[in-house]
């Protein structure tokens, strides 16, 4: 017999993890290890209830599991006992006992976050998402409960492409959407798309999300960074003798610098694209939010045959929704529904009905008027901050849309060091730099987001942010 | 000048679609292809007005957005002229006019459909479910709107987690669970998660689920099969060169064989993972639903270090839900959760805070314990029309648990033709052999889901059966 000692079976209290339960996985550990050897004699109940304090009809519940499920064999007048070939002779390999911690940037909603891409949400109209969820969950039927198709339900794929063909001028029939988790699914659903074949060439905005540079990379596409001015992606450095897998872009407020593309470069991209037979990503967050002048024409409108437009309800509703969508070429749609068959089925069923419910009704029309005129006087707000603290030592790029802007500041360098000082006084900002594919170009300039700031916060923030800089 | 005839400007009169939007992308098109080259003079807007019979603030307000956009430009006193380098000078790449059609499978609802893994939803509390989602949409933060965690709310986890030890004997701590859009993604991540390292092949059994193999697949997985018996897989067959990178189970209820693996295999199993230094996933999608004897025990609560267990909601509640989970081992918690936040970040967070409730509440035991009565009923019926129609004609495998079992007629193939025959006489059943990874072992088998069928549609169903087979 071996000479580990036999661990105490020790009862926890607590009315969520039943007794009987807590004996077999004690006695189940015990006899899995060898501590209760094949063919030894289990202990009688009666001894265990008393050793135990609890009643014996619980640990004889227990043994009714144990013998069961094959752990235990009763013997006619002669006992219980452990059953043959019920040991796990191989030792178990190390085994972590304590679980790692996982650092996540935890949302620190008492510091002063200029994240960028988080929206407003005091002001998300509850009721009526709750009236409409009440009436959804009404008229529910068997089929909106059951497995649907992963393209998305029709009430919803109709409301965003008459969104889209309304407000955006693109041009998309419902079929053409795809609906998805986000636009985290969205990339990784069209990056998966376009690197089924042999190219594997991504052209990507250098500065870019990084996270989505990330899944690019994780499906084997090879990142060709091509930069960005501030007229967005320099098209005269698109490489001539690339046969790139798709160009990744976000002309209307580009991700990270905020800057927009005319007219004229949107016209070589798509040339390029279309002599290299090869696929835009166009993926703008929050191109519905503009400020000074109507929503810029998307890359879409002009070409759906070359486009794959990526979109979200992360920024115009809230980011917890995780809905997303796709806006497909034609030849593309059977792959990409396979994809999110593949993927995870298809989005919720009634979470889906609800937001076609809240376009339909009209309420995201007007929720969108709305934030609109908060988020513009919010972004005024924030110029005024940076104008009053730093005047002539900042410069603005990419205020006239979105959900953030940068600010560059001539001469600094936001080191780790700096970044740290600032985290640490209670604000958080995020350097272009972290975003840059070829480093060393943006070390001055910082991404402001002010979704979800007030007066004060943008004040208080901005003058910790001024005392932290070693300004001359 | 280009011989393409200039498209009319047509009007949709359709509210949905604003005028001022058609005429802009009518001309948008028309300048972007050359009709109206670079520098030529546009018609008038009154002359448009006139000729499309709508007013000419409409055609004036498509031509602001024109300008503004740099399509168009405006000479003092001269008109309005198509811009410069707008025109795309290389040719569209053919683009299929026509939206291929899909061919999922659509959902017969007026068919008796013999399909696995779909639950009985006429009797979802959709009452209960509404009000703890009123509840939830009422105690509402920004916070629970805004981004969250990948590993899922903290709520939902202790609930799963108590839910597991409670229930099916595991072991584990609610950071080790993992929430997904359904069991699904749960695979492609724990598939993504287990094939990061050298180790490519994957050990699965014979028959076992065809879409699962197929995500595998798609990671680079090389699938290596075991075969399944009426004991599940045999342990025997394991193969003792490899170094697998996982193998793949379903021991409480074979998927599709329904058969329940007995504990003296699953020690067998646990030793040679141990032995491999590899993992098992368990992947059990109606465990829970044991008509004869209580769940039996799970891997994971053998030995929580090795097995990664596989959850979904999706027989337990209703599929549209998406809300699946995994059961990591503690060194894999931040792996799982870094692959979940590229694939979409997290789930939606409402869904989870409603679904915690139902569960803490006791709603989900309740109707747990309703649904198992009432599947037990359904089963029987099952099994009688079946002995009723076919007699010693057939051989039943796998009705002890589950939403399915599996029916064996020896002598008969079903074959293309006979599989064909009974889905025109309005039934569908689905063959084992589909999911066999060698084939022409299960032509005589074929997989019989009742879950969602009623006395009336099983007896029609099973003697439509019987009038399609060649029997003796």
């Known amino acids: 017999m071996k000479e580990r000692t036999q661990a105490k079976l020790e009862i926890d209290r607590d009315a969520k993890k039943p007794m009987a339960r807590q004996i077999y996985v004690h006695f189940r550990a015990m006899i899995l290890s060898g501590d209760f050897?094949?063919?030894?004699?289990?202990?009688?109940?009666?001894?265990?209830?008393?050793?135990?304090?609890?009643?014996?009809?619980?640990?004889?519940?227990?043994?009714?599991?144990?013998?069961?499920?094959?752990?235990?064999?009763?013997?006619?007048?002669?006992?219980?006992?452990?059953?043959?070939?019920?040991?796990?002779?191989?030792?178990?390999?190390?085994?972590?006992?304590?679980?790692?911690?996982?650092?996540?940037?935890?949302?620190?909603?008492?510091?002063?976050?200029?994240?960028?891409?988080?929206?407003?949400?005091?002001?998300?109209?509850?009721?009526?998402?709750?009236?409409?969820?009440?009436?959804?969950?009404?008229?529910?039927?068997?089929?909106?409960?059951?497995?649907?198709?992963?393209?998305?339900?029709?009430?919803?794929?109709?409301?965003?492409?008459?969104?889209?063909?309304?407000?955006?001028?693109?041009?998309?029939?419902?079929?053409?959407?795809?609906?998805?988790?986000?636009?985290?699914?969205?990339?990784?659903?069209?990056?998966?798309?376009?690197?089924?074949?042999?190219?594997?060439?991504?052209?990507?905005?250098?500065?870019?999300?990084?996270?989505?540079?990330?899944?690019?990379?994780?499906?084997?596409?090879?990142?060709?960074?091509?930069?960005?001015?501030?007229?967005?992606?320099?098209?005269?450095?698109?490489?001539?003798?690339?046969?790139?897998?798709?160009?990744?872009?976000?002309?209307?407020?580009?991700?990270?610098?905020?800057?927009?593309?005319?007219?004229?470069?949107?016209?070589?991209?798509?040339?390029?694209?279309?002599?290299?037979?090869?696929?835009?990503?166009?993926?703008?967050?929050?191109?519905?939010?503009?400020?000074?002048s109507p929503p810029s024409g998307s890359l879409q409108g002009m070409d759906p045959a070359r486009v794959v437009r990526v979109g979200t309800f992360s920024a115009t509703l809230y980011p917890s929704i995780r809905i997303g969508y796709v806006v497909l070429p034609p030849e593309l749609i059977t792959l990409g529904r396979e994809i999110k068959w593949f993927a995870d089925l298809h989005n919720a069923t009634v979470d889906q009905l609800i937001l076609a419910r809240f376009i339909a009704s009209g309420s995201f029309a007007h929720y969108q008027r709305v934030m609109r005129k908060t988020y513009r006087r919010t972004r005024t707000l924030l110029l005024e901050a940076l104008e009053r603290h730093f005047g002539g030592d900042v410069e603005i790029l990419g205020s006239a849309a979105g959900l953030h802007l940068c600010a560059r500041f001539p001469g600094i360098k936001f080191t780790f060091k700096i970044l740290n000082r600032i985290n640490l006084a209670g604000v958080g900002v995020y350097p272009v730099e972290e975003h840059a594919i070829r480093k060393g170009r943006w070390e001055n300039t910082i991404i402001l987001g002010y979704g979800m700031l007030d007066t004060r916060r943008i004040n208080v923030g901005i003058s910790i942010l001024k005392r932290c800089l070693p300004l001359q």
Chains 1, 2 share one sequence.
């Open 37 to 292: 050897p094949a063919g030894s004699r289990m202990p009688s109940t009666r001894r265990i209830a008393l050793e135990s304090g609890v009643s014996r009809n619980t640990v004889m519940a227990a043994f009714q599991t144990l013998l069961g499920e094959g752990y235990l064999e009763a013997r006619r007048g002669k006992g219980t006992f452990v059953a043959s070939s019920v040991t796990l002779s191989a030792q178990p390999t190390a085994e972590s006992a304590a679980l790692p911690t996982f650092d996540y940037k935890p949302h620190r909603f008492d510091a002063i976050d200029f994240r960028a891409g988080v929206p407003d949400l005091s002001r998300f109209p509850v009721k009526t998402w709750r009236r409409l969820s009440r009436e959804v969950w009404t008229e529910v039927a068997p089929l909106d409960l059951t497995y649907s198709q992963p393209e998305g339900r029709i009430e919803l794929r109709t409301q965003i492409a008459e969104y889209l063909c309304a407000n955006r001028g693109e041009r998309c029939h419902p079929d053409q959407i795809l609906v998805t988790c986000g636009a985290t699914q969205a990339m990784g659903i069209v990056g998966r798309m376009l690197l089924q074949g042999e190219r594997k060439a991504c052209l990507m905005e250098d500065p870019s999300a990084a996270d989505f540079r990330r899944i690019i990379s994780s499906l084997g596409g090879r990142i060709v960074p091509v930069p960005v001015d501030m007229e967005g992606l320099v098209t005269e450095a698109l490489p001539a003798d690339a046969l790139p897998a798709f160009i990744s872009v976000s002309p209307s407020h580009q991700f990270p610098l905020g800057v927009t593309m005319p007219l004229k470069r949107k016209v070589r991209l798509l040339e390029y694209a279309r002599r290299k037979k090869t696929y835009i990503i166009e993926n703008d967050y929050d191109c519905e939010l503009r400020y000074d």
